[in-house]
C-alpha cells in the first residue's frame, strides 16, 4: 500500500545550527503534509502543515518545502535548540472528508548537541 | 483546558485478560481516534468516531473495539490481549474531519502483554 517513509532514523546536530529533516511519500494523490514533533513521553505535537498546492510554508523557525516532482517532503529547524531534541514524524492525508485519517512515516531523532 | 486526556499511563497484562483505555477530551471536538505506536515506527490508526454514536475502522482494528456513547469519552477495548498488542496507545480528537483540520493528541498509554 501507499507509504511515507523518512531518509534518516537519527540526526544529531550542533545547537544553533540549521536542521534538515526529510520525508519521501508514495502516495501521489495526498494532497495533504503534517510535520508532528514527539517529545520522550509525549503525545505528538502538531508543528507545521502544507497543502499540495503550496510549495514552501513558513512558521516560527520552522519552514516545510514540499516537491510534488519527486514526492519528497523536508522540515528545516533554524538555529536548532535543546529544546528541539525530540522525534519527528511527517504524515500525509489524500483527499478531503472520511475523517482525518493521517498516515504516517517511522520518524526521525533529532539530537541537539551542544 | 485539559484537552486529550489518557488513562492509564501504564499497564501491565497477562496474555487473554481484558482491559479498556480511557480517553477523554474537554474541547467539543466531534472526531476522535485511536492510534497505536510501535517501537521505531509512525502511528497507526485503529478506530475513529465522528460522533456520538458513530464509529468506524482504521488501518488495524484487529483486536479491539471502541464506543462512543458521548462526544467527550472514546474508550478503547482489548478484549483477549496478546502481545502483538504491546504498544504506546495514543487517543487524539479534532474539531471537524476537514483536511486542514489539527489534531489534538493525548500523552499515550504504555501497555504491554506478557
Known amino acids: 500500500g501507499e507509504s511515507v517513509g523518512l531518509h534518516l532514523p537519527t540526526l544529531s546536530v550542533q545547537e544553533g545550527d540549521n536542521s534538515i529533516i526529510n520525508c519521501a511519500y508514495s502516495?501521489?494523490?495526498?494532497?495533504?503534509f503534517i510535520w508532528y514533533k514527539q517529545e520522550s513521553g509525549k503525545g505528538p505535537q502538531f508543528i507545521i502543515d502544507i497543502r499540495s498546492n503550496m510549495d514552501k510554508r513558513q512558521g516560527q523557525r520552522v519552514t516545510v518545502l514540499l516537491n510534488k516532482t519527486v514526492k519528497h517532503l523536508s522540515l528545516q529547524i533554524a538555529a536548532t535548540q535543546p529544546g528541539d531534541s525530540a522525534v519527528y514524524f511527517c504524515a500525509e492525508k489524500e483527499g478531503a472528508g472520511g475523517g482525518n485519517k493521517l498516515t504516517f512515516g517511522t520518524g526521525t531523532q533529532l539530537k541537539v548537541e551542544l | 483546558n485539559a484537552g486529550v486526556t489518557q488513562t492509564p499511563k501504564f499497564r501491565i497484562l497477562k496474555i487473554g485478560q481484558s482491559m479498556t483505555l480511557q480517553c477523554t477530551q474537554d474541547?467539543?471536538?466531534?472526531?476522535m481516534y485511536w492510534y497505536r505506536q510501535d517501537p521505531g515506527m509512525g502511528l497507526k490508526l485503529i478506530y475513529y468516531?465522528?460522533?456520538?454514536?458513530?464509529?468506524d475502522k482504521g488501518e488495524v482494528p484487529n483486536g479491539y473495539n471502541v464506543s462512543r456513547s458521548t462526544t467527550e469519552d472514546f474508550p478503547l477495548r482489548l478484549e483477549l490481549a496478546a502481545p502483538s498488542q504491546t504498544s504506546v496507545y495514543f487517543c487524539a480528537s479534532s474539531r471537524t474531519g476537514s483536511t486542514n483540520e489539527k489534531l489534538f493528541f493525548g500523552s499515550g498509554t504504555q501497555l504491554s502483554v506478557l
Open positions: 502516495n501521489s494523490a495526498s494532497d495533504y
Open positions: 468516531s465522528v460522533g456520538a454514536g458513530i464509529t
Open positions: 474541547m467539543n471536538h466531534n472526531y
